[in-house]
């Protein structure tokens, strides 16, 4: 008997189109004794009702872009996050066209929190590296602000820099037409940019300071919206 999906084997031998369930199930019975779901299990993790997310192999969030949120104004992003490996993409600014060739990105690269800008048709390209190893099982908060007067300004877990440049007003107003990227992006876009999914937990996801529902997301996938395994 299999609960929730089959192995692939199985997928390949009988046709089955039907994807893997995501989601979760609780109080499984078999002639009504309750049945322990993880005692053989491949890709499953313990439910939490919370507003947080747990962000698999491969997976990530889509939200429409900022200016359908704010009209105009600046480029304003937080979230928490509880890394499980030590290189993956936080959040970012990007269409799954050419993101090689304009992004904005905020990443983990050997436990340090990254920060990146490409534009390419201005040859802009912006990089900055916190010094502080943030894989350590605990919570982390990442904030990026880009104000009125187009200053680039990172919080890490309350530390602020500022960074020594400026971006113009249209290219700010170019950023914020872009789709939002949480937790990872398309496989495509992984191939052009080279950063992975940060497999692991996020919380309290804001924009302008207005908290977004995971499970609003435009698109899950490999995303528990609501079931992050090691919340405390």
Request: with cysteine; glycine share 8%.
């Amino acid at each position: 008997m299999y609960i929730g999906g089959v192995i692939s084997k199985h997928r390949k031998q009988f046709n089955l189109t039907v994807p893997s369930f995501s989601g979760c199930i609780r109080n499984f019975e078999v002639n009504d004794i309750q049945q322990n779901l993880f005692e053989k299990s491949r890709h499953v993790v313990p439910c939490v009702n919370s507003n947080s997310a747990y962000v698999h192999e491969g997976g990530y969030m889509t939200f429409g872009s900022l200016k359908t949120i704010r009209h105009f104004g600046n480029i304003q992003i937080s979230v928490q996050f509880r890394p499980a490996v030590k290189d993956g993409f936080i959040f970012g600014l990007m269409t799954n066209k050419d993101p090689e060739n304009a992004r904005i990105a905020v990443y983990l690269k050997n436990s340090l929190v990254t920060f990146e800008l490409i534009y390419n048709n201005e040859r802009r390209e912006l990089k900055h590296i916190f010094k502080k190893d943030l894989c350590d099982g605990s919570w982390h908060n990442v904030t990026l602000s880009i104000s009125h007067s187009n200053m680039i300004v990172i919080t890490v877990d309350g530390h602020r820099k500022r960074l020594q440049t400026k971006i113009s007003s249209e290219l700010v107003e170019f950023f914020r037409n872009l789709p939002i990227y949480v937790g990872g992006v398309t496989a495509s876009s992984t191939s052009k940019i080279g950063v992975l999914s940060l497999i692991g937990c996020y919380r309290d996801l804001q924009f302008y300071g207005k908290v977004m529902a995971f499970k609003d997301a435009k698109k899950l996938n490999k995303v528990l919206p609501d079931g992050c395994p090691f919340l405390n």
